[in-house]
Nanobody
């Protein structure tokens, strides 16, 4: 199983980035996908999660209204569109997968309960 993030980079405050998570070795039809981030000196926090069906989504309060998660199961890829970026969004962003028995579940907020992780992509927002 591999999860590969891409799309990170350096952007100014107010800018946008779209992260992609390309998944191989498993069927997205059976897995919820989450985006987490970790800033220097801080723990890993959940940003957004999407159910295997795509019908249920979750956003952290800090990104609600600015970030949008979506998935294309045919391409085995999940996206995170990030708009109105702020310096506080600076972090390494990781995607993760967890097998779910219920298609409407978007998985736990606890990073330790997720099955597979990507290597991360750096997002830096300059002020």
């Amino acid at each position: 199983v591999q999860l590969v993030e891409s799309g990170g980079g350096l952007v100014q405050t107010g800018g946008s980035l779209r992260l992609s998570c390309a998944v191989s070795g498993l069927s997205l039809d059976d897995y919820a996908i989450g985006w987490f981030r970790q800033a220097p000196g801080k723990g890993r926090e959940g940003v957004s999660r999407i159910s295997s069906s795509g019908g249920s989504t979750y956003y952290a309060d800090s990104v609600k209204g600015r970030f949008t998660i979506s998935r294309d199961n045919a391409k085995n890829t999940v996206y995170l569109q990030m708009n109105s970026l702020k310096p506080d969004d600076t972090a390494v962003y990781y995607c993760a997968a967890v097998r779910t028995t219920y298609g409407g579940s978007y998985g736990s907020s606890r990073p330790d309960l997720w099955d597979y992780w990507g290597q991360g992509t750096q997002v830096t927002v300059s002020s």
